[in-house]
């Protein structure tokens, strides 16, 4: 069983102090911005390098970014109440290489998820586009496009095209209209920003599980859960989550995942190199 012996012990540690403050710093600015017409989350947060918006420093700053109050308010309380511990165990360049690993590790997964969805919606979208029809199109956008949930203007679009086609019957007007709306939704998914730490996080709570496993944990203050068990149920849901894939849903939950992975695998490098330091 781990214990807890730090050589020093700080209630807020550096690295944490710091995440924190400029995590603040970045939501209380994007507030501001946003009433100038300006966004940093749209302009920091992480893009699908297929986007025009992507830039390679964008894996870096959308951790620092969060789109609701209770999003970093969340975040930084698990930073504070899980990293602290491991920060404390592990000094403040450990503990940031493990918070910058992890939160590049989870855009790495988003990407490459982000990749896959996007390369099958277009091969769909082909498919569709080779033997096109009024109810092939209603088909296509059932299965694919959450249209219900977009912007009224584009909902309305599908439906109006809808309508007409199996009114109209097939025409080529019909079928570039489709394609306008399908290649209008595609730019829409390649451009939607990621930001937060969220995936990080989920690496400090691997971390915690893997070594604190029996430390007990009150959730909602009451009940009591140990450590490895909690990592574990909240890696379950994370993956339900992500396959369910909810049209309405707009958590990366592969992310979150690809934090918990890679801080796994970075503990057990550490491990491997230097066990005493570890256990």
Do not use: C
């Given at each position: 069983m781990q214990e807890f012996r730090p050589s020093s012990f700080k209630l807020l540690p550096d690295v944490i102090k710091n995440i924190m403050i400029i995590s603040a710093l970045a939501f209380f600015a994007n507030i501001v911005l946003e009433q100038m017409g300006f966004s940093l989350n749209e302009a920091a947060g992480l893009y699908l390098p297929a986007s025009e918006k992507f830039h390679w420093w964008q894996y870096i700053t959308y951790m620092f970014l969060h789109g609701s109050f209770s999003h970093i308010f969340l975040n930084m309380f698990a930073f504070w109440m899980f990293g602290g511990i491991l920060e404390n165990l592990w000094g403040p360049k450990r503990f940031l290489i493990y918070f910058l690993v992890t939160g590049l590790g989870a855009a790495l997964i988003h990407t490459l998820i982000g990749y896959y969805e996007l390369g099958s919606l277009q091969e769909k979208a082909q498919a569709f586009l080779n033997a096109p029809g009024a109810d092939a199109f209603a088909v296509f956008v059932r299965?694919?496009?959450?249209?219900?949930?977009?912007?009224?203007?584009?909902?309305?679009?599908?439906?109006?095209?809808?309508?007409?086609?199996?009114?109209?019957?097939?025409?080529?007007?019909?079928?570039?209209?489709?394609?306008?709306?399908?290649?209008?939704?595609?730019?829409?998914?390649?451009?939607?920003?990621?930001?937060?730490?969220?995936?990080?996080?989920?690496?400090?709570?691997?971390?915690?599980?893997?070594?604190?496993?029996?430390?007990?944990?009150?959730?909602?203050?009451?009940?009591?859960?140990?450590?490895?068990?909690?990592?574990?149920?909240?890696?379950?849901?994370?993956?339900?989550?992500?396959?369910?894939?909810?049209?309405?849903?707009?958590?990366?939950?592969?992310?979150?995942?690809?934090?918990?992975?890679?801080?796994?695998?970075?503990?057990?490098?550490?491990?491997?190199?230097?066990?005493?330091?570890?256990?």
């Open positions: 299965e694919n496009i959450p249209y219900q949930y977009l912007n009224p203007e584009y909902a309305s679009a599908v439906e109006s095209l809808k309508q007409a086609w199996y009114a109209h019957g097939d025409s080529n007007v019909m079928v570039e209209q489709a394609r306008q709306l399908i290649d209008e939704y595609i730019r829409f998914k390649t451009d939607i920003p990621t930001v937060g730490a969220s995936g990080a996080v989920y690496g400090v709570l691997m971390a915690f599980g893997i070594l604190f496993p029996n430390t007990l944990i009150y959730l909602y203050f009451f009940i009591p859960i140990k450590a490895k068990y909690l990592v574990i149920i909240l890696g379950g849901i994370e993956l339900y989550s992500a396959w369910q894939n909810n049209p309405t849903d707009n958590v990366a939950h592969f992310a979150h995942l690809g934090g918990m992975l890679f801080g796994y695998i970075l503990i057990r490098i550490w491990n491997k190199n230097n066990r005493s330091s570890m256990y």
